[in-house]
């Protein structure tokens, strides 16, 4: 592959950002700019498109967003600036310079429904205003750039900023006993490997939509146990409760889905490789986390 490639990374603070920086340049990509809110305000056009053509990629990894589901739902639209008209403007400005584009979507815009994993082409009905900002950026950026991947991943982390597991390890510190989701199910996955398989994907024109997380389902209960018996910890009761009764516990709270299971026949079709398992994803960020 072309080392000479230009490649952009917008939201390189956050987890999936800093990953894709981290993994070009092992790779031996001379030219990688990772951008973060104070490079560039992703809500103005003008913006957008006189930083897109001054740089002039050959690549963009377009990872900003607006991840704060609850508050999303008092801002909609600071929300939909970023989430829907951000990735449209990036889109537009890519096809200006010919410029393959990855979008980073989320399980969050299927309703949740049923207990069968979600394929790519399922109807979207997305529950939040999160979803359904995403969901339109989805759509903007395959109207604006033919050249696009868009990959749709769940509960991620990442050693770079806040995440669940960071979390949960915290409160260890200074909590006995923890309520727990036990009723929304999907798959952990760990930005290491999404990037890994987001710079496989860069080297090839397969273009189009995929779901994309690491290999098997668990509930947000189990997962804690999981992270907690990982990380040797005792003391801490996770006591499984469901959305509903969680609701009741913590209110004024975005709708999430209870099936999260997303399909990865897109990318067997592609011949891109699955990630490993949640679990194997998890044990390796908690060895690197607490080392």
């Not at 510190?173 to 199910?185: A, M, P």
């Not at 099936?259 to 891109?272: E, H, I, T, V, W």
Request: glycine content about 6%.
């Amino acid at each position: 592959m072309n080392k000479e490639l230009r490649v952009l990374v917008t939201g390189y603070k956050g987890q999936l950002g800093y990953d894709c920086v981290r993994e070009l340049k092992e790779r031996g990509y001379k030219h990688v700019l990772g951008i973060d809110r104070e490079e560039l305000d992703i809500t103005d056009e003008k913006a957008v498109h006189d930083f897109i053509l001054e740089f002039k990629p050959d690549v963009i990894m377009h990872n900003a967003a607006w991840t704060a589901v609850d508050k999303a739902e008092e801002n909609k639209e600071a929300v939909y600036a970023v989430n829907a008209l951000g990735p449209k403007y990036i889109a537009k400005a890519a096809k200006e310079v010919n410029a393959k584009m990855f979008y980073i979507s989320t399980d969050y815009v299927f309703n949740g429904k049923g207990e069968k994993p979600f394929e790519v082409d399922d109807p979207k009905e997305g529950l939040s205003v999160y979803a359904v900002t995403k969901s339109q950026g989805e759509e903007f950026v395959k109207e604006y750039n033919d050249k696009h991947f868009i990959i749709r991943t769940s509960w991620v982390f990442g050693i770079n900023g806040n995440n669940y597991i960071k979390t949960m390890l915290k409160l260890a510190e200074s909590k006995t006993e923890l309520n727990i989701v036990c009723d929304q199910i999907g798959s952990p996955t760990y930005t290491y490997d999404l990037s890994k398989l987001m710079c496989d994907m860069m080297e090839t024109e397969k273009y189009g939509t995929y779901h994309a997380t690491n290999e098997g389902f668990t509930s947000w209960c189990d997962f804690t146990k999981y992270i907690y018996k990982v990380a040797g910890i005792t003391s801490v009761n996770v006591k499984p409760v469901t959305t509903k009764e969680y609701q009741k516990l913590v209110p004024s709270q975005a709708n999430r889905p209870l099936n999260s299971r997303l399909s990865k026949a897109s990318l067997d079709k592609a011949g891109f490789k699955r990630l490993p398992t949640w679990e194997n994803a998890t044990e390796r960020f908690i060895k690197e986390y607490l080392k």
